[in-house]
């Protein structure tokens, strides 16, 4: 498609899109009695409107239940988690014993890690991506710690080739090959927080069982963004945060994915508690820890509902458009948005920002990456004030996401024309 950097081709796109009526369903910050133009629900998802419905049905089961709300309420709380397990899984190409919801993502791969980092003195090493997330860093270095090896020497990372932007799907192979007997788990983001680049999960998980590895990804940016096909690329395991493009709420719970091939696995290491006790015998209190067969067989603790109530909110709005229709629209708007930004560059004198996310198709989703020449703070901090959120990272990046559930083409021909203004005013 010919795009046009013009209102009314905009506002075309946004009648032949089958989504459009979706924003009405989600609830956004006011700028002057506007909505602002949202660019960051891949770090905080805008609040859907029946949300509060869900929350409200749990604050009024325990008004009128108290106690007896986990088996009388609305929806019972003992097994309130099973709810996720079919719309949950078809997000996330899983078979529905293979996901479950529990916890905070960094807490979740932890627990993870107890069972599939179980380092040897000969193979104990992890391979993961440079400037992976903090929270990634920091678990990595304190399991190593755990485990008693040096991070030095044991957290590996592929690196950018000098002047790239991007990890080339070559180079992770290379390093999964070069550690080779040494390598006990390759652990990385689906989808790069930082560039939005989307890796090549199939292929990676290849590579890392070839060598003898355990592979596992932080799906933190991919959950509700990208396709994603768990059970049939073989992955080991998974875990997601449900607060960024799944709308759920911040700081809300994760999803973790385990492949069903380690289900029965008795000898696999994991923190126990009640709420992975076979559930027909949970509540006879007996001393043996007989785990339910499943990835709910990695659960703890008896389930925050206040806290799954926006979450399932939120799958269940996922679940009855589905994941085509979204990956649809985040190609078309996201080709929208890289569009207007050449055309803004375009108009103004000079190389004022680069876009360091791929180009390819392939190998991006819901964002684009900006690194900002010059002024970039100020520009950042003009955007805010004219309505435009989007967030900053060191040292001069802005990150848009532009969210195909509630985002419209006509707030990317508006961003363009603020942006523009933005770049001629801090200049
Ligand atoms: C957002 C994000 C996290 C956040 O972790 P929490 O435990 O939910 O605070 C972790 N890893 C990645 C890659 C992220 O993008």
Redesign the pocket.
Known sequence: MTFQNTREFAQQLDKQDELNHYRNEFLFPQHNGKNVIYFTGNSLGLQPKRTKQYVDEVMNDWSSLAVEGHFYAEKPWWDYHERFANPLSKLVGAKPSEVTVMN????NLHLLMVSFYRPTKTRYKIICEEKA?P??QYMFQSQVHFHGYKPEDAIVEIKRREGEHNIRLEDVLAKINEVGDELALVLI?GVN?YTGQVFDMKTITEAGHKAGAIVGF?L??AAGNIKLELHEWNIDFAAW?SY?YMNSGPGNA?GCFIHEKHHANKDLSRFGGWWAQNKERRFLMEPKFDPIVGANGWQVSNLPILSLAPYLASVEMFAEVGMEKLIRKRNQITSYLEFILHEIDKDIEGTEFEIITPTNQEERACQLSVFLHGQGRSLFDYLMKNGVITDWREPNVIRLAPVPFYCSYEDMYDFGQILKQGILTVK
């Open positions: 905070t993502l960094t807490v997330f929270s990634d983001g927080y932080d933190a940016h945060c960024k994760s």
